[in-house]
């Protein structure tokens, strides 16, 4: 995203993502920009960093707050900024199989958590503990939202036709980070 991008969205007090690759050049215009008066807002906006490489740099927030995902592409956006912060080497191979394949699982997980039941579920430690869960309940739960049958069928029918390295390789790439 452009400084010119950013600041207009925060004139406009948009809700965003702002992938800052060289932290904190951008997140400095973002700020900056933020602080400026705006008279026309009802509601006080809030301005929240997470760095994925110093957690001590980071506020304490959901960046899945249920409320702010109104639909699929939201959570899809959500699950690339965090795959892509945690693999910076995947941003000069986004496209590649193994790239879109474990943003395409946490996108399913995410937005099946975002619709389940009336309570607050959707957080990045109950998607992890969520993507840990065996195959056979991880299937059988994520099938029951049909929005994301696109998203989880690679996954099910390679569980399914007991492929399980072709599986493994899938959902390695969006566990591995969680553990290390």
């Keep these: ?4 991008t950013s600041s207009r969205s925060i004139y406009k007090r948009l809700p965003m993502f ?3 690759f060289k932290f904190d050049d951008l997140s400095i215009i973002a700020y900056n920009h933020f602080l400026k008066p705006q008279d026309h807002n009802k509601i006080k906006p809030a301005f929240y960093v997470i760095n994925f490489e110093d957690l001590s740099r980071s506020h304490r927030c959901n960046p899945l707050e249920k409320n702010t995902m109104k639909d699929i592409t939201d959570a899809s956006e959500s699950a ?3 795959l892509m912060g945690l693999n910076r080497e ?3 191979r986004q496209g590649d199989f193994f790239v879109e394949s474990p943003i395409n699982f946490l996108t399913a997980i995410i937005w099946y958590l ?4 009336d309570v607050e ?3 990045l430690p109950q998607v992890i503990q969520v993507m840990e869960v065996n195959y056979d309940e991880l299937f059988t739960l994520l099938r029951t939202e049909k929005e994301i049958e696109v998203l989880i069928n690679p996954f099910v029918n390679a569980y399914l036709n007991d492929v399980m390295a072709q599986l493994e390789g899938q959902v390695a790439a969006a566990k591995y ?3 290390n």
């Design 1 to 4: 995203m452009s400084s010119a």
């Design 177 to 179: 980070r969680w553990r």
């Design 121 to 123: 579920f959707c957080t």
């Design 114 to 117: 975002r619709r389940y039941g």
């Design 18 to 20: 702002v992938y800052d």
């Design 90 to 92: 995947w941003i000069k």
């Design 80 to 82: 690339r900024t965090i």
